[in-house]
């Protein structure tokens, strides 16, 4: 996801122009989270962050 320009709206980055921070992912999450799923959003998470050493977790 990244923000419209001059807005506070965010967007799919395939879908619009949008700008983006090479150290910042957003992602979205579209379906209910719940204990049975959290594995997936998490194995999700790792492989987004995995591909690209400019991201990072930060607690």
């Known amino acids: 996801m990244g923000r419209i320009p001059?807005?506070?709206h965010?967007?799919?980055v395939r879908r619009h122009a949008v700008?983006?921070?090479a150290g910042v992912a957003i992602l979205r999450?579209?379906?209910?989270?719940?204990?049975a799923n959290v594995r997936h959003l998490e194995d999700l998470v790792?492989?987004?962050v995995s591909r690209d050493p400019r991201l990072?977790?930060?607690y």
């Open 29 to 35: 999450v579209d379906e209910s989270l719940y204990f």
């Open 56 to 58: 990072g977790i930060w």
């Open 19 to 21: 700008e983006t921070d």
């Open 6 to 8: 001059g807005t506070e």
């Open 10 to 12: 965010f967007r799919n």
């Open 46 to 48: 790792t492989a987004v």
